[in-house]
């Protein structure tokens, strides 16, 4: 599952959304330790056959579960079946149909076997049910509270602007809302479901489609067929009114179901699918192990994506149009992250979800792999230092283990540590053990393990066996404990002894950590490298030099998951700039420049920095411009210029059209008139907002031009700040209020903050704000850490600076008022 990570409309879609039904929980009992579920009996195969109610929101289900028990004999089975009416249990045997008897609570079938069956012996039972989803009573869990399993999406299309859909979310535990199962991850099983809709609607769930049968009724029965084993939350159903684009790889069905409207630019969305199944099935050497891949989105979905194995179900927030692909698919890395789990999830499971790192790490660190594959080592280097920076974001994230056998629930493990820490550890044991033998471990691993489940300890295995190594260690060390490596490092020379020292202290409570590191001495543009291996509190290195290093580099590869200081200068930040040369060497440099911008060099350094050969690298040096110093805006504006008129990215294009803004020059008209009608709807809205700026009667005009075409991101967002009147807030607050808790919601409050800068209403002030206030409140505990730096640290001060500013007294205390008693600082 894709939870978040650059834009404010995926954190949550990043992070996991999804929450268990369940019965009522005291939510403030102390954490327990999670034991792997016992099994007692073994899924074999599960036959469905799924009628829809529409108008009730219904599933009418018969279901034939083939089961065997585990090793030792039992008379009695134990499902997971939650919510359900239970019309009937039989055992079916040679064709003919037992009655049992049962013991249900709504929640659990505790089932009466004939006869004592014994380890390996199968036995198959039916039973025919009724699953009503939204009468499930849902557990409160460290996620949205809202895990129904099965969703009808508008059943009764009321909703004129949104389709008619039905989707399931398995994980963690939710498919038993909708099939009787024994819903557990270290469960595998093969499985056969039939539904039956209405003829206008396409189906899609695990396997191949093997049969499509139409009903006197008009309605018609789509039967998938999956013949390889895999654990009961990757189930799948999915059915709406799509428009199905197909591709291939290597004779396999590769299909994206998409509404309709967005058919024509489907490709765009998803078509690197078939290469990212290429590249994976090469790295890991076991080429992809389906039947098909299919990728559907949904409507409402509760979180950002779901890799269900052949059928993964994204948010309909994957639907971009062709202006917002200008600036980049947003979705790709989620696209990337769904199909490593095919492999990492799917064909080899967690036994248990404290486990869970087995599918989320290595799902996370893909979107690495992917981008320094496609597009370059800068861009994969960018995307491991933004999920390194996300994980340290958080100072509680450092009390938990990645492994974790003790939690209140099992949501808890969907957070920043499961996910981006996950995936900076595999990035550090990958330049370990080199990338040969980190990609044949982690065939040794999935060849294996393959259908079936696995815990931490297998994987260290697959490495030791590979690596010769014992890698015990490490597993302690970033595994089965927590925290992370907070360094100060000193650089000196002894001139007399003519040595380079480099003193590494750990300064963090807790845990000393075995890091081997690389040191890099660059005497002019010539570097020695030396590895070494920092495993104490403090450790000393000295290299012999015949004068004073232009740099001493410490962690050259930049791979450590960890905090440093170092007491480098800004000449030591530019030679590393010019010849360390990785993203993070470069983007260390830019960041110290950019904090002395009253320094002259530091300014000319930033000037060249604009011009980085990275996009990425560019748009940092761009916004870490200070314009309150005069001279740091006198010497970049060539420079910026040249960026808004000519850099081939958007997102740097946007960048430097948005700085440009701050001179509110009239000389810069042209090229704002010029950019609002860019393809990318952010170079087009920064430059209608800049234009605001300096030409309003210019900058209304474009608006009221622009407001009769379709717009989305930024632009939308610009043009009513552009034509803003006080009518227009409370059709935008009344559609906030009723949106649920979702990535619709997200994509929202760019509009609410823009009502709210601009309002001189207290009234609208007040609801607004307490709009915003009521939406980061019910977002769940685990995830706060992503979004309070943006509602709080972003957007509510933010706000309260700008009506500080502009001398709105009332409105500037009432906003200060909700922010937390840290955020209060500095005001």
């Known amino acids: 599952m894709k939870k978040s990570s650059i834009h404010l409309l995926l954190i949550i879609a990043n992070y996991s959304l999804i929450a268990q039904p369940g019965k009522p929980i005291d939510t403030s009992s102390r954490k327990e330790y999670r034991e792997t579920a016992t099994k007692i009996n073994d899924l074999v195969h599960t036959r469905l056959d799924a009628k829809f109610d529409f108008s009730k929101s219904y599933m009418y289900g018969k279901a034939w579960i083939t089961l065997q028990p585990h090793f030792y004999s039992t008379d009695s089975l134990r499902l997971d079946a939650k919510g359900m009416d239970i019309h009937k249990i039989t055992l079916v045997k040679n064709g003919k149909e037992s009655p049992l008897k049962y013991d249900y609570d709504n929640w659990q ?476 060497d470069r983007r260390e440099a830019i960041d110290f420049a950019s904090q002395h911008q009253d320094d002259p060099t530091a300014v000319a350094f930033l000037k060249t920095a604009l011009n980085d050969k990275y996009e990425g690298l560019r748009n940092f040096a761009v916004t870490s411009l200070d314009f309150k110093n005069d001279n740091v805006k006198k010497e970049m504006e060539s420079v910026l210029v040249g960026l808004a008129k000519n850099d081939p990215k958007k997102i740097v294009k946007a960048a430097a059209i948005k700085k440009l803004g701050e001179y509110k020059n009239s000389q810069f008209a042209a090229i704002f008139k010029s950019a609002v009608n860019d393809s990318s709807y952010t170079v087009a809205g920064n430059a209608l907002d800049a234009l605001l700026a300096i030409d309003n009667p210019a900058a209304v005009a474009e608006a009221r031009r622009l407001s009769t075409q379709p717009s989305k991101g930024k632009l939308a967002s610009a043009i009513p700040f552009a034509l803003f009147d006080e009518s227009s807030a409370d059709p935008i607050l009344t559609k906030f209020e009723h949106t649920p808790l979702s990535q619709n919601k997200f994509a929202m409050l760019q509009s609410v903050s823009d009502i709210l800068g601009n309002t001189k209403n207290m009234n609208t002030f007040k609801r607004g704000v307490d709009d915003v206030v009521a939406f980061r409140d019910a977002i769940p505990e685990s995830f706060k850490s992503q979004t309070d730096p943006i509602i709080n640290g972003v957007l509510l001060k933010g706000l309260a600076t700008r009506k500080k500013e502009a001398g709105l007294t009332e409105q500037f205390d009432y906003v200060v008022s909700k922010l937390p008693a840290e955020d209060k600082k500095g005001f």
């Open 109 to 584: 079938l505790n089932i009466h076997l004939d006869r004592i069956y014994k380890g390996g012996e199968r036995y198959t039972i039916f039973i025919e049910y009724t699953a009503k989803p939204n009468e499930v009573q849902v557990r409160g869990s460290a996620a949205i509270t809202d895990a129904r399993g099965l969703y009808f999406i508008n059943p009764l299309g009321e909703e004129k602007d949104k389709p008619t859909q039905i989707w399931t979310q398995g994980e963690t535990e939710a498919n038993s809302v909708w099939l009787p199962t024994i819903d557990k991850p270290n469960q595998k099983m093969t499985d056969e479901i039939s539904m039956t809709v209405p003829g206008k609607f396409v189906t899609l769930s695990n396997g191949k489609l093997t049969s499509q049968k139409k009903n006197a009724d008009g309605t018609r029965t789509d039967t998938w067929k999956m013949d390889l084993p895999h654990a009961p939350y990757l189930l799948f159903m999915g059915v709406g009114d799509y428009a199905i684009i197909k591709d291939s790889y290597k004779g396999k069905e590769v299909s994206y179901y998409v509404d309709k409207e967005y058919a024509p630019v489907a490709r765009k969305i998803f078509g690197l699918t078939p290469e990212m199944i290429a590249f994976y099935s090469k790295i890991t050497g076991v080429d992809y192990p389906w039947v098909k891949y299919s990728q559907i989105t949904g409507h409402d979905y509760v979180s950002g994506a779901m890799e269900n194995t052949t059928a993964t179900l994204h948010s309909d927030a994957a639907q971009q149009d062709a202006r917002e692909l200008t600036d980049g698919n947003r979705w790709e890395e989620v696209i990337a992250h769904e199909l490593f789990h095919q492999w990492f999830g799917d064909l080899v499971t967690t036994e248990s979800w404290s486990n869970i790192t087995l599918n989320e790490s290595f799902a996370d660190y893909s979107e690495t792999l992917w981008d320094e594959y496609k597009y370059g080592r800068d861009a994969g280097d960018e995307h491991i230092f933004e999920n390194r920076q996300s994980y340290l974001s958080s100072p509680a994230n450092a009390k938990k283990d990645l492994v974790r056998f003790y939690y209140n629930d099992k949501e808890d493990v969907f957070d920043q540590v499961s996910y981006p820490k996950g995936g900076a550890i595999l990035h550090m044991l990958r330049n370990y053990v080199g990338d040969s033998a980190f990609f044949k471990a982690l065939n040794l691993y999935l060849t294996t393990n393959k259908f079936k489940s696995a815990e931490a300890h297998q994987l260290r295995l697959a490495f030791e066996e590979i690596t010769g190594k014992d890698l015990n260690w490490f597993w302690n060390e970033w595994y089965f404990s927590h925290g992370h490596p907070s360094l100060e490092i000193t650089y000196s020379y002894d001139n007399a002894a003519k040595k380079a020292q480099v003193i590494v202290n750990q300064v963090q409570e807790e845990n000393i950590f075995k890091l081997p590191v690389a040191i890099d001495i660059y005497n002019g543009t010539n570097k020695t490298r030396h590895k070494v291996l920092v495993q104490d509190k403090v450790d000393t290195f000295s290299f012999a030099s015949a004068s004073k290093p232009e740099l001493v580099n410490f962690d050259g590869d930049k791979i450590l998951l960890c905090t440093k200081k170092e007491n480098k200068t800004l000449d030591e930040y530019i030679h590393q700039y010019k010849y360390a040369a990785t993203y993070v």
